[in-house]
């Protein structure tokens, strides 16, 4: 038959392997067990002549299935490239030789070992096919850009440099945002000593100039659908019209809002027009046109003026920002500046808890401007009484550890950024829900407008994560949402300044550009960049218990009229969390399966209870836990020779199933390494994490059911740099099963 499998098993015998283990064994239990058309070994099959050796297979022999049993599947991944073969990993050399002393005593344990990974990579490869093309592609070089302020305008520009089609959608009259409303900006190049022109006359410039880029100014998305390289979006005017167009990706750069400084009474705010935000003074500056700023009250110039920082911000009263916008600052002494350089006698007081300059202005601007002769009071302001002339501004000193006070004709608030992010009801269900199982009444927040007005089950925009900031992690990978082609960017994402905000444009620009290239050729997006595969399900086996569309951490699952699945291949991530929340386990990819893991797991020689060699399953998250257990290898930290780790694609992937076959099986102990959930999470699909924790914490139920102890089953969070940790766990695990006795399954 033209689709029939012919498995290659190919062994290496460089970086010590060929010392360390009997290959004629290995070779045997290959072609014996693991069913293998082909079994051969290389001295150094990551070599020029070895990956010959196995390409010749391919184009003359008909190998459709490469099992490669040599070191990581995250090693070589270059050389053992083959196209149109599915590729499987045996890891011999980080999963076995060295994390395994080299003594005679450790041989025959050693030598099980990678004789059980050898079985392991035949079978996946047995189970596993070459993903085919989903038919769903399309491809757009136009990239929707929500949002025409520096964010937006900067990641607009950089698409037309790339030779893509952009297209602004702008709720105003004009673009610029609040850089648009500001007299000068911080430096962004040295000396930085002096506010600099802010450069917004010159990229709108830049902007009219292009061919590439279209401009919708007082204009709204009234609808969003369809998935990357195909999204369409409906964009109205304040006039009613709406045109559709069609995007391959989408940057939302939809900013902030200043925060409701109407919420500060005790300082003043509203009581006298001399108490003013940061906004406002950039207003009253561009009024002045570089001559002296005037006070709003009476048009007198002012000749003293108190900058309030941290105003409504790090602060836990109800009603105020419990973070730092992180940009205050250095905009509290680029405002001082603006009197000093016009009349150095002016007298600028900066009263700050801790004055934070990060970026590359940073130091230097804080030094100009104490030598332009700012001064700066670590102080805590608690009022500032409006008088009839000067104003009071009452504060503790916190140096001197005493209550003092200024005078000042002008005070300025620094209010901080509110993100304009839109409704997040994926939260608010959360929140509903933890509340009604708390048994505590749940309080709607208040609505605001939607920003994208998406056509997606779980909501109209973004998910957020803390804040009211779109769910974008900062470290791990920036940018990315949980919508799959629409990338966040600029202080919607969170706190910061125009060079900061462009350099985030700069870089949702390149990811836009990336998602919709890989959705053309219908390739996965971060992280599993470049996969082919995508999820299918078997429709006589559904149940219709909607659990997958539910926990996609993506909103890539909808369902048709009869209730059945419906899967958006471009959307996808591949995580595979639909196939881990299938009870009755009908969701696969071609590469990835409750088979090809399933198979691992049953496959691997259960000594009997006698021979006093436990098992202990390790599944282990190919992003932070299994790259952690490889490092540990590379430093030389052994782990027991009786655990046997399979790479997950992420932890919400695996499938209840897999820990009562294995305990069924006669495994002795189970560790789950997944990463780091909730706020602080460092998931790579987000709420994978999480999910497989909820579902864990359900095992109990198994283990008693099969009268087995507790202990037998454990989850933990791993970050990539527990090089350490994560070995010490599987040993912790070793000890526990010594403890409790062999699973009495064995028998």
């Known amino acids: 038959m033209a689709d029939e499998k012919k498995i290659g098993a190919y062994m290496c015998k460089g970086c010590g392997l060929g010392e360390r283990l009997d290959f004629d064994n290995m070779k045997m239990i290959a072609e014996r067990e693991g069913k293998a058309n082909l079994v051969k070994e290389h001295d150094f099959l990551c070599s020029a002549e070895g990956v010959k050796m196995i390409q010749d297979d391919i184009d003359n022999e008909g190998v459709t299935n490469v099992a490669i049993c040599a070191c990581s599947r995250r090693a070589k991944t270059e050389a053992f490239n083959f196209e149109g073969v599915a590729i499987t990993r045996g890891n011999l050399r980080e999963g076995v030789i060295w994390v395994r002393p080299d003594t005679d005593e450790a041989r025959e344990t050693t030598q099980e070992m990678a004789e059980d990974y050898v079985r392991m990579a035949c079978f996946e490869s047995k189970f596993t096919q070459v993903p085919k093309s989903s038919e769903q592609q399309g491809r757009i070089d136009n990239v929707l850009v929500v949002g025409g302020g520096v964010t937006g305008m900067t990641a607009a520009i950089e698409i037309a440099k790339a030779g893509y089609k952009a297209s602004i959608v702008e709720k105003s009259g004009a673009l610029g945002g609040h850089l648009a409303d500001a007299w000068k900006d911080i430096p962004s190049r040295s000396p930085y000593a002096d506010p600099v022109d802010t450069g917004v006359a010159d990229m709108i410039a830049a902007i009219e100039a292009d061919a590439n880029i279209t401009v919708h100014l007082n204009s709204t998305l009234t609808k969003t659908s369809g998935a990357p390289g195909r999204f369409a979006a409906d964009i109205s005017t304040e006039s009613g019209s709406t045109t559709t167009e069609n995007f391959g990706a989408i940057v939302q750069a939809s900013g902030y809002k200043d925060y409701d400084a109407n919420q500060l009474p005790e300082l003043g705010y509203g009581k006298t027009p001399d108490v003013v935000t940061q906004a406002e003074l950039e207003k009253l500056a561009v009024e002045a046109n570089g001559g002296p700023i005037k006070r709003p009250s009476d048009g007198k110039e002012v000749t003293s003026v108190a900058f309030v920082q941290c105003a409504g911000q790090r602060s836990d009263k109800e009603g105020h920002l419990p973070y730092c916008s992180g940009t205050c600052c250095l905009t509290s002494i680029k405002q001082a500046m603006y009197f000093k350089d016009n009349n150095s006698d002016v007298d600028t007081t900066v009263i700050y808890t801790d004055l934070r300059t990060p970026g590359a202005p940073g130091e230097d601007f804080y030094r100009s401007g104490q030598q332009k002769g700012v001064v700066f009071t670590k102080g805590e302001v608690s009022e500032v009484a409006a008088g009839s002339d000067a104003h009071s501004v009452k504060f503790k000193d916190l140096i001197l550890n005493e209550d003092t006070e200024m005078q000042a004709d002008l005070v300025v608030l620094a209010t901080g950024q509110v993100p304009n992010s839109g409704p997040d009801l994926e939260m608010q269900a959360d929140d509903k829900a933890d509340a009604e199982e708390a048994g505590e009444e749940y309080v709607q927040e208040i609505p605001v407008d939607s920003i994208l007005n998406l056509d997606y089950r779980q909501g109209p925009d973004m998910p957020q994560l803390v804040h009211g900031f779109t769910d974008s992690h900062f470290i791990c990978f920036p940018y990315e949402t949980r919508r799959t082609g629409i990338y966040t960017a600029g202080p919607v994402r ?221 989850t933990y969070e791993i970050a990539i740099t527990d090089v350490d940790r994560a070995p010490a766990l599987i040993n912790e695990m070793a000890e526990t099963v010594e403890k409790v006795g062999m699973n009495p399954f064995k028998f």
């Open 494 to 714: 969170r706190p910061m300044d125009s060079l900061q905000a462009k350099e985030d444009g700069t870089g949702a620009a390149m990811k836009a550009i990336h998602a919709l290239e890989d959705a053309a050729q219908g390739r996965a997006a971060h992280p599993r960049s470049g996969d082919l595969s995508f999820p299918s399900f078997r429709q006589e086996g559904c149940t219709q218990c909607k659990r997958c569309t539910v926990e996609c951490p993506f909103g890539a699952i909808n369902e048709d009229e009869e209730g059945y699945p419906q899967f958006n291949e471009a959307r996808c991530r591949r995580c595979g969390t639909c196939m881990g929340a299938c009870p009755v386990r009908v969701i696969s990819f071609e590469n990835y399966s409750v088979d090809t893991v399933g198979q691992q797991i049953k496959n691997v020689e259960m000594p009997d209870e006698f021979d006093e060699k436990p098992r202990i399953l390790v599944l282990a998250c190919e992003n932070d836990a299994y790259p952690a257990l490889d490092m540990a290898a590379r430093n030389g930290n052994h782990y027991s020779e009786f655990s046997r780790v399979i790479p997950v694609r992420c932890l919400g992937s695996v499938n209840t199933i897999w820990i009562t076959d294995a305990l069924n099986s006669g495994y002795d102990g189970i560790v789950l390494m997944g990463c780091r959930k909730d706020d602080d999470y460092q998931c790579h699909f987000v709420r994978g994490s999480r999910l497989a924790g909820i579902r864990m914490s359900k095992i109990d139920d198994t283990l008693e059911q099969l009268n087995l102890e507790p202990d037998r089953v454990a």
